[in-house]
């Protein structure tokens, strides 16, 4: 099983970026996905979720209205579109079929 994610970086307070996770050696699609963060000096925090299928979605209360969730299955890719950032979502973000995890990509809102 390997889960790549990418697309942090370097956004001011108020911007958006787009990040995706590609899966593979697995089937994709028989999973649910999940984003989770970790802030520095913090512990791993769950994002939100994407269900098989896509169908359904959840979100910490933190992020509803800001980020939104999504899976391409023809492509073994989740999103986490995150609009309106706020310095308090710096963290490294992770994606994970509940038991396997991605190495994180570094997401930094700040002036």
């Known amino acids: 099983v390997q889960l790549v994610e990418s697309g942090g970086g370097l956004v001011q307070p108020g911007g958006s970026l787009r990040l995706s996770c590609v899966g593979s050696?697995?089937?994709?699609?028989?999973?649910?996905m999940s984003w989770w963060r970790q802030a520095p000096g913090k512990g791993r925090e769950w994002v939100a979720t994407?269900?098989?299928?896509?169908?359904?979605?959840n979100a910490i209360e933190a992020v509803k209205g800001r980020f939104t969730i999504s899976r391409d299955d023809a492509k073994n890719t989740v999103y986490l579109q995150m609009d309106r950032l706020e310095p308090e979502d710096t963290a490294v973000y992770y994606c994970?079929?509940?038991?396997?995890w991605g190495q994180g990509t570094q997401v930094t809102v700040s002036t």
């Open positions: 994970s079929t509940g038991s396997d």
């Open positions: 994407v269900s098989r299928g896509g169908g359904q979605t």
């Open positions: 050696g697995f089937v994709f699609s028989w999973f649910a």
